[in-house]
């Protein structure tokens, strides 16, 4: 073993992805199946079927006691002690100046029980912010990422393929909702969310289970594995950002067009809040907007927004791809507020080439009801 080996982590389902032919790619400190077959069929397998991806890289932190509410009130922007039990909400934890440290989801699994899921490459900073936050407060922060397996299966025929696995009536299990039950026999903490645009399902389960669930729904015959890839390809048409990307911690969340998280009639101080009661008053200089392209040949990461007739930069590309679903080019994009309407026509240097773009409204990719 290398001694990158050493350091890298696997998920309880590495044997597995070997088994199918998966390869892998580091990501935040985790070795995860970037594809198996290929981008193309496991992207058309999400919007026509579904797919099932192993998430285990994803962190978990646990508040509980009777101030955990009041904790994630404080530390976090959003209104968290309002979320009703076997809810979730997507929010952010912001630093003192209003930068995003990440985005997250947050589930009440109880009356004084909290699950916060963050994203891996924060996983650590949001636990530590977490358990600096939650310090002045009757609760428990406590970082239980090693004790989670996260499976999730995405695409309009995933509620029927859960459906002959478990107990749970999929019907009553709303969008953005966790319930516990069973899957295959094993339990679960069962969540209607995701990050492809589609409907679909997280499955919480312990790490030694992992290989159990995985098992049982790929021989169902009707899920076909998925890796990073494929992931942020969906994510990008539906217009769903993503950390490193359209969030970082030089941004606000009214920078992102996402203020509506920030709560700032909610009761109480937190972190962020001055200087996010600013920002909500101010126009940000730029605005995150979506981009189209001709042809597939698109405009990625870090490309700059171009005026077409001065070549005067307007911004930057922030996430781009060849869109399978829509049979061309996608990205997302900071522009100069002045310039970010839809129908405006703009540019993207890619490579010299200056390559016509046309602003349009997020997001590129809408599931049908």
Not at 109 to 116: A, D, R, S, W
């Amino acid at each position: 073993m290398s001694s990158a080996d050493a350091v890298t982590r696997r998920t309880p389902l590495h044997d597995v992805h070997e088994k199918l032919g998966a390869k892998f790619t580091d990501f935040a400190g985790w070795q995860m199946p970037l594809r198996y077959e290929g981008d193309l069929a496991e992207h058309n397998a999400v919007r026509g079927s579904a797919g099932l991806f192993d998430l285990t890289h994803m962190g978990e932190i646990v508040l509980s006691g009777p101030q955990a509410g009041a904790a994630l009130d404080y530390a976090l922007v959003g209104h968290a002690s309002a979320i009703a039990v076997g809810k979730a909400r997507y929010t952010m934890i912001c630093a003192e100046n209003g930068g995003i440290l990440d985005d997250l989801i947050v589930y009440r699994t109880g009356e004084h029980e909290y699950l916060v899921v963050a994203n891996a490459g924060n996983a650590t900073v949001v636990a530590e912010a977490l358990i600096t936050r939650g310090a002045g407060f009757d609760t428990e922060v406590r970082d239980e990422s090693t004790g989670y397996a996260l499976l999730a299966v995405q695409g309009p025929d995933s509620a029927g393929i859960l459906a002959a696995l478990t107990p749970t009536d999929l019907s009553t299990v709303r969008y953005y909702a966790s319930y516990p039950t069973t899957v295959a026999g094993v339990d679960v903490l069962l969540a209607r969310t995701g990050y492809t645009g589609e409907d679909g399902f997280e499955l919480f389960v312990a790490p030694d289970s992992a290989q159990a669930v995985w098992t049982a729904l790929h021989e169902t015959g009707r899920v076909v594995p998925c890796g990073l890839s494929c992931r942020d390809s969906l994510r990008l048409e539906a217009g769903m950002p993503l950390y490193g990307n359209e969030l970082t911690a030089e941004l606000t969340p009214y920078d992102a067009g996402l203020g509506r998280v920030v709560k700032l009639d909610k009761p109480g101080d937190f972190v962020g809040r001055a200087a996010l009661e600013v920002a909500a008053k101010s126009t940000p200089s730029r605005s995150l907007v979506g981009l189209v392209a001709p042809g597939r040949r698109a405009p990625r990461h870090g490309y700059r927004v171009v005026d077409p007739e001065s070549g005067a930069e307007l911004g930057v590309v922030t996430s781009g791809a060849p869109s399978p679903t829509l049979g061309h080019a996608v990205a997302m994009a900071y522009v100069d507020t002045e310039r970010a309407e839809p129908g405006s026509a703009l540019a993207v240097d890619i490579r010299g080439t200056m390559s016509p773009v046309e602003v349009v409204a997020l997001p590129f990719y809408r599931r049908s009801a």
